[in-house]
């Protein structure tokens, strides 16, 4: 896997990252339900993307 693709997920993940914490401030702000469910997802898919780039740092090195 490319150095580039490695970026990439590492980028896409912290991206994720920064919309789940949106979504959490917005829960916050409003107990909203589906605010919380948003911020799970893109919390969820970060990790995804965080765990790929590893993986694919480790396939690299």
Known sequence: ???AK???H?????EHHDRAATH???A???HEADAHE???HHAH???GHASQ???HGSEAS
């Open 53 to 55: 780039a590893m993986h």
């Open 38 to 40: 948003k911020a799970g």
């Open 45 to 47: 898919t970060a990790h």
């Open 10 to 14: 590492h980028k896409t993940a912290a």
């Open 28 to 30: 916050a702000k409003h």
């Open 6 to 8: 490695i970026v990439e």
């Open 1 to 3: 896997m490319s150095k």
């Open 24 to 26: 959490h401030r917005e």
